[in-house]
């Protein structure tokens, strides 16, 4: 046993390695047995908690793990009336591979088992709701309260739609096959959304001491290059991994030593992860073979257009609103369209900024998103009205966010209050100019990072 454990480390390894194991017990058991390979990992992973402190790490945790879920999976199956027909068969192909256990090192075996998994989450017999919040669940280890900010929706809802998609599985016996080409297409986008889901999930994590989780970003993109070194690789897939390697780079220096952010053009470029950086170039070189152009690839142009500038000073603002532009045409999204914004200030100045914030006010999907008044805060700051810049980043801070953002805005609001010599507008004030205020229960958005 090594040193003990800390729940780092255990978050950790339940990120790396749930999914893996979920994947492999299926794979033995077949889909039907979903729920046991689950429960299997669930309870390895609590008696991990449960005794590394004590006893320390094991020098093979990965291992451990394995074999504690494989045999829990046995002990089910022996005691439990629900597996007579076929118990015996299903403990025989468990036992065949007890000699496996120890051998993580069999990579292959595994990457197939999470090639197929991700697949069969996202079978067209499921909605599409439901294809990524299993896949969020079972491959990527993301919790339900952390599904439940992605989607904007209680945690009720994403247990029962977790539970109705499992059954699905479970009575259509859907098998664990990768799809034929005809029916791979169909999934391929389903994945990929998934994939840089998790990816964003790290980036910028909305709620909690961290404003970034560096170990789900390099999970999400050892899954895209996953994807991207199988047979159903597309240039979209490779213009993803390139989105994500370009962005996982700028990790680093994302926030200071204390753990509080930095404004990209703020950034210290020179702990930017220069392999990284290179491994982005090389699948955005790849990407731009294929002669269809996605959002992803275009979202790769921009990082990389970030990532080739030598100073903040040198960013071709020009060439990333142009990208931006075509990205809003594809999309349509008011997340990409409030990215643009930011853009515009550099290119056009704040008051075509603000101008093209306008119409995201009142968007039903922006409602209670915190980085909209923290966007209209700057801008207004810039523009010198600081009344209403006091009011935007007020706003701001009334929504759930990261710490680290909780005190850039706290910090935003401070600048704002130094630089305006009158007093904070109070209520009799406010009746005259009303400050306009947001929801408390602002919740995670499925945000693409810039």
Request: charged fraction near 25%.
């Amino acid at each position: 046993m090594n040193e003990p454990s800390n729940p780092v480390l255990l978050e950790h390894l339940f990120r790396r390695q749930a999914g893996r194991i979920v994947s492999w017990l299926t794979g033995l058991l077949g889909s039907q047995h979903l729920q046991l390979a689950e429960d299997s990992v669930q309870e390895a992973m609590l008696r991990a908690a449960q005794t590394w402190p004590f006893q320390g790490v094991p020098e093979k945790p990965e291992a451990w793990l394995f074999r504690v879920a494989h045999n829990h999976a046995i002990s089910a199956l022996r005691r439990s009336s629900r597996f007579e027909d076929n118990a015996g068969e299903l403990i025989a192909a468990l036992e065949a591979t007890t000699k496996c256990i120890e051998d993580v090192e069999v990579e292959q075996s595994l990457r197939d088992d999470e090639l197929r998994m991700i697949f069969i989450c996202c079978h067209p017999e499921l909605a599409q709701d439901a294809r990524v919040a299993l896949s969020l669940k079972l491959v990527c280890g993301f919790s339900v309260s952390e599904i439940a900010r992605i989607f904007m929706a209680e945690e009720n809802t994403i247990a029962q739609r977790l539970v109705r998609a499992k059954r699905l599985i479970r009575e259509q016996s859907l098998p664990l096959l990768m799809p034929y080409k005809a029916g791979l297409q169909d999934r391929l986008n389903s994945v990929l959304e998934v994939i840089y889901l998790m990816f964003s999930g790290g980036y910028a994590a909305h709620t909690g001491e961290e404003l970034i989780r560096r170990d789900v970003c390099l999970e999400a993109l050892r899954l895209g290059q996953l994807v991207a070194s199988s047979s159903m690789t597309a240039p979209r897939v490779d213009a993803l991994v390139a989105l994500m390697a370009l962005q996982a780079a700028r990790l680093p220096a994302r926030t200071d030593a204390a753990g509080d952010m930095v404004l990209l053009e703020e950034q210290n470029r020179s702990l930017w992860e220069s392999e990284l950086i290179a491994l982005g170039f090389y699948y955005f070189d790849r990407s731009i073979a294929g002669e269809q152009i996605s959002d992803w690839h275009v979202q790769a142009a921009i990082a990389a257009t970030y990532a080739k500038a030598e100073s903040a000073e040198s960013i071709d603002w020009p060439a990333i609103l142009e990208h931006y532009d075509q990205l809003v045409a594809m999309t349509a999204s008011p997340v990409v369209a409030l990215n643009r914004a930011v853009v515009v200030v550099k290119v056009h100045g704040a008051e075509a900024a603000l101008a093209a914030l306008a119409p995201l006010e009142g968007h039903a999907a922006m409602r209670g998103y915190h980085l909209l008044p923290a966007v209209r805060g700057r801008v207004l700051a810039e523009l010198g009205r600081l009344a209403e810049a006091y009011a935007a980043f007020s706003a701001a801070l009334e929504c759930d966010c990261a710490e680290p953002e909780r005190r850039f805005l706290q910090k935003q609001l401070e600048s704002v209050r130094g630089r305006w010599k009158e007093p904070p507008l109070d209520k009799s004030s406010a009746q005259e100019t009303p400050i306009p205020r947001l929801p408390s229960t602002c919740l995670l958005r499925k945000s693409k990072p810039t």
